[in-house]
Every structure is written in C-alpha cells, then in structure tokens.
C-alpha cells in the first residue's frame, strides 16, 4: 500500500504521511525476515535478485562472484540459497551502489565470506560513522569494521572479471553523494543503484548530499551512458528499458517544475500538497514506499 494513502483510499494529512515515512527503515528491515528471494537471469551471466532491500545484480565465474549492492542481512539464508543456483564459486567482489542500509546491510557477511568490497569515497565514510536521515527519522549506527569499503572508487575505475568488463563510474550528487553506477559492457547493462526506481518515485536523501535537481541530472546521466538495446538495473523496482528511463526523467520535470511553480507563488508546504503536483503521475509512480505526498515534500525541500 502506498505510504500516502488510508486502507480505504483517503489521502492522509502531511503530519500522517511523514509519520508513516518515518517506519519505512523497519518496515523494510522487517520485510527481509521473511520475503523470498526472486532469481531473474539477464544475459551475459548476469542475474538479479529482488527480495532483498534493493535489487542485487550477480555475475558467477571462475573469479568468484562478483555482487552489486549486498541486501539486507536477514535475508542471507535465501540469498545464499538463490547464489547456489547460480553456481558454487565463492563470493569473492562486492561493489555498493551508495550507502544505504537496503544496499549495504549484508555488507559485513559477505566480506566474512571473501569478498573485497568496492564502493564511492563517502559510502565508506557514512558507513563508518553514526548518520542520521532526517526524513526517516533514524540514526545509522556505524558499521562493523569487516563492513566498510576497502576499494574506493574516485571519478571512474574499470573491473574485469568473469570474462566481464564493468565501469563503475560516480554521479554528480544525486540520490546521495556517494552513488556509482556500474555498466557491464558485453552484456549491456547498466545498474543505476538508487538514481532509478523503476515505476516508483524515488527517495531522496538530503541528509548525504541528495537532491531533486541531482536525481534529474543523475538520470541524464543513465540515459547518457545507455542505448536502446541496454537492460536497466534500477535500485527498486523491475528491470527495465530506456524507455522507462525517458519515463521517469519526464515525471521528474514535470514534478519539479510544478512545485517550484507553486513555491515561488509563495504556497506552504501543506498548501502544495494539497494542490497534488503529483496527480496525473501517481498511478504509474505513486505505489511504492514514497508516497506522492512524501515525495512532493522531498522536491519542495530542493526548489
């Protein structure tokens, strides 16, 4: 059910809406305990599993198993299960699309289990320290030492394993300022990490860097860096299409352009919420864990 909405359809107030947003981290910790993990194989080797937090990409081979993003700690026994059907090689490369909990959590067990984990300057450095999101209302505790990043990547760093080549290149600050993307150039996917929610509106984070002008700038960027044969990772949702990248980066203008319309006539938050800057976008984006309200609050807060 969409955060911003009664069981009985009735628009919540923004003082409910935010209470709401405020559960989302135990409700999504909560959810791994027990939703399966889902297996969809791609090309090129590369699989995605989704039940965990956001969407983790895979690519098995003699090198080891490489992962993008880690999930959530609680889902380890169904993740271990899905990477068997894959094959019995090692987790050996990790590489965290951001900092974020829901990308970072399984972190420690998975270097427990050999992996060298790769990631952008400032994932390390939020994960290292206590960090509080203000629009979750939560405090990060700092993460074990086995947890944090050894492989930093500054500007763009090319892998190669598996037969695969990735580059992992960093954004402009976007979702946060510690987002890399990776694209994996023979089979032609790019994994967006959390600069893309496929059929969703996206969260973004302000208290590390985030923005709604970052997150369009981020998605220039995808559709930049893809074609039309290209198979999109994003971080929550389905895998997609450029298409769905064309998609999103529209809503993300229209969105913006109408509450900075309606911020620069002098609207209050409250006010702009009720106007729903949002409506003609909400039954495509507007099912998710952000609701339309909570994310018009999210780019009223950047305009």
Known sequence: MAAGFTASGRWLTPRQAYAQAQGIVDGIRAAAVETPITLHRLRGGIGVLEG?????????????????????????????????????EPIRHLVNTHWHFDHADGNAWMAEAGAT??????????????????????????????????????????????????????YSPAHTDSDLSVFFAEADILHTGDTF??????????????SIEGTIRATEANLAGSAESTIIIPGHGLVGTRQDLRDCLAMLVDVHGRV????????????????????????????????????????????
């Not at 947890?147 to 990735?166: C, H, I, K, Q």
């Not at 929610?197 to 985030?210: C, H, L, R, V």
């Not at 729903?276 to 864990?289: E, L, Q, S």
Request: no cysteine.
């Open 52 to 88: 965990s937090g956001g969407n983790i990409a895979v690519l098995g081979g003699r090198d080891g198993k490489l992962m993008i993003d880690s999930g959530i700690t609680a889902s380890r026994p169904r993740i271990e299960e899905a990477l068997g059907s894959i094959g019995r």
């Open 117 to 170: 984990i790769t990631a952008h300057r400032n994932t390390r450095k939020y994960l290292a320290m206590m960090q509080r999101v203000e629009d979750w209302a939560f405090d990060f505790p700092p993460a074990p030492v086995t947890a944090l990043p050894t492989r930093l990547v500054d500007g763009e760093e090319v892998m190669r394993l598996n037969g695969a080549t990735m580059t992992l290149r960093e």
């Open 197 to 210: 929610w496929n059929n969703a509106y996206p969260f973004i984070d302000y208290s590390t860097g985030g």
């Open 260 to 303: 900075a319309e309606l911020k620069r006539q002098g609207r209050s938050l409250e006010e702009v919420i009720a106007a729903r800057p949002t409506a003609v976008h909400d039954a495509r984006w507007g099912g998710f864990v952000i609701s339309p309200q909570f994310f018009t609050r999210l780019v009223y807060m950047g305009v």
